[in-house]
């Protein structure tokens, strides 16, 4: 194998390890061993080292002091701080969003929120997530904003992560449609203060939702 093809094995085992952890495929405080990893994955040990190293460094792959690795647990105090984040980031994305969206953006907004509306009627909690994701990344793209971009790209997989949990386990706040929509409407309006508060107001809401879930999961003893 050379180098180029290594490269590109550390890469795909990196993306898949994230996935099955983000997806609950590897559940929280679940050890992990790379032999497991290996055969799961059908690669060598090198390129799996390597995707090991780089998961570490994001903290989704925790190496204990026995040395043996486990995913990274769910917890109130990192949604809580992740979601705090998001909330500054974006809110300022989507003020940004709304002094440069064209009436050409403004058709793709109005697209992918008729997709998430009508995945959020039929309770296609999935699909919700992944037009929702759509939804964020293309007022990001919009905003102009790239090192914005750049800090919220480093927390957004963990904010996938459990937002796939209420997708998974339980289900959206009913209010989650409008609050798209009125994000939408502000940025439709050049209202950049507007847009910011929404954003603002709605990821705070996301992280209810997640905060709520974890904690009947708490209740029923169940590990996450």
Not at 148 to 171: E, Q
Not at 179 to 202: N, P, R, T, Y
Request: proline share 0%.
């Amino acid at each position: 194998m050379n180098k180029q093809s290594r490269l590109l094995t550390k890469d795909i085992a990196y993306s898949n390890i994230k996935q099955k952890i983000i997806f609950g495929e590897l559940k929280s405080d679940q050890i992990v061993r790379e032999e497991q990893l290996a055969s799961m994955l059908d690669i060598s040990r090198t390129p799996l080292r390597q995707a090991i190293q780089m998961l570490e460094m994001e903290e989704f792959l925790i190496r204990q002091t026995n040395g043996r690795l486990k995913v990274a647990s769910i917890t109130k105090e990192e949604v809580e701080e992740i979601f705090m984040i998001r909330s500054m980031l974006e809110g300022k994305i989507a003020n940004h969003a709304a002094g440069n969206a064209t009436k050409e953006d403004e058709v793709v907004l109005s697209e992918i929120l008729d997709k998430m509306k009508y995945s959020f009627r039929l309770g296609n909690n999935q699909d919700f997530v992944t037009y929702g994701n759509e939804f964020h990344d293309y007022i990001a793209e919009i905003s102009g904003l790239k090192t914005t971009i750049k800090l919220l790209n480093m927390v957004k997989d963990h904010a996938n992560r459990y937002c796939h949990l209420v997708s998974m386990f339980g289900k959206w706040n009913e209010k989650a449609d409008e609050e798209h929509d009125l994000i939408f409407q502000s940025i439709k309006k050049k209202d950049g203060d507007g847009a910011e508060m929404a954003m603002k107001d709605h990821i705070m809401s996301s992280l209810r939702d997640v905060l709520n879930r974890i904690q009947e999961k708490e209740q029923l003893g169940e590990l996450v």
